[in-house]
């Protein structure tokens, strides 16, 4: 029965967890810091890739009759704008190209995953590394560090709008109101408590759903993979009709599940990316609004 769960001479546990492992650089012998480089790669990668598609686009773009990625795109622009429109009431100068930027960056690193689960790490392998993760917001180095930039950024708008007095006064005054110095003081602990779990909880939820979504999607496509790969063995392995037939029917059931999952799996992608995007704009809405 071990040899029928066999993939290239893996077991499924030991399939899974390689697939599961970064490539990483460790910094200051490991103490200090170490780097997925996997997902810095990818990520800087497929960044760069869709400003290098906007900007191209920019540049051929026609007041005619659109081509077909011409018309997406502007659609796509529209969409954003529209969706930025209702959320943020303020100046949109800056907020609806990042907006924008975010949802295509996440939509464009999730689509990784639209990719067979063994392409990249076999790819890697063959160039000398031996794990590599194709898909960047399933690390959740990735998606806490895109979230703590959002944090950053609502710490900014806050300021921007109510001024480092304003904001801090906020931080100490809200959302327990009182009057007379003696209970402002008495609650400003509290209140800034609360106002400290309030901001931190955003950028970590942001984070956690992002990243667990993705997480746990690369984690079905192996196991379809895996049932695939099993079912290839148990055709070539084992002989005899009922055999033969269980491993028809395992491939068959993997190349139809995973098929399903595929476009199950354009949704959620996304679903995520957009999730991320329209949460952003609300937080820098929020943080320019008062208490």
């Known amino acids: ?22 490539w990483t ?30 900007w191209l686009m920019g540049r051929r773009a026609t007041s005619g009759v659109p081509g077909k990625l011409q018309a997406f795109l502007e ?44 392409l990249v790490p076999g790819i890697a392998k063959a160039a000398g590394s031996n794990y590599f993760r194709a898909v960047p917001t399933a690390d959740l180095n ?5 979230s703590t930039t959002v944090l950053f950024l609502m710490f900014a708008f806050a300021i921007k709008a109510k001024g480092a007095f304003g904001f801090g006064k906020e931080l100490l005054t809200a959302p327990f109101h009182a009057h ?19 901001y931190l909880s955003k950028p970590v939820s942001l984070a956690m ?11 079905v496509f192996l196991l379809i993979a895996l049932l695939g790969a099993a079912g290839g063995h148990f055709i070539m392995e084992v002989g005899g009709f009922a055999g033969t037939t269980g491993g028809i029917l395992a491939f068959l059931g993997a190349v139809i599940a995973g098929a399903g999952w595929s476009i199950f ?6 679903l995520q990316a957009y999730i991320f995007m329209i949460l952003t704009v609300v937080y820098l ?7």
């Not at 029965?1 to 970064?22: F, I, W």
Request: aromatic residues 8%; hydrophobic residues 55%; without cysteine.
């Open 209 to 219: 759903r992002l990243f667990g979504n993705m997480f746990a999607g690369e984690l």
């Open 75 to 118: 659609i796509a622009v529209e969409f954003i704008d529209t969706q930025v429109r209702d959320v943020f009431h303020g100046d949109r100068k800056f907020v609806a190209p990042l907006a924008l930027t975010i949802f295509v960056w996440i939509f464009l690193m999730n689509a990784m995953k639209m990719l067979p689960v063994d």
């Open 142 to 146: 990735t998606t806490l560090a895109i």
């Open 285 to 291: 809405s929020m943080s320019s609004e008062a208490h």
């Open 265 to 270: 799996h354009i949704l959620v992608i996304t």
């Open 25 to 54: 650089v460790s910094i200051g012998d490991g103490w200090f810091m170490k780097l997925n480089v996997d997902s810095l790669m990818v990520s800087v990668t497929i960044g760069l890739l869709g400003l290098g598609l906007f």
């Open 1 to 22: 029965m071990n040899r029928l769960l066999q993939v290239a001479g893996d077991s499924p546990s030991e399939y899974v967890t390689h697939h599961l492992e970064h």
């Open 180 to 198: 007379g110095t003696g209970m402002k003081l008495a609650l400003a602990p509290a209140n800034l408590g609360l106002n400290v779990i309030e």
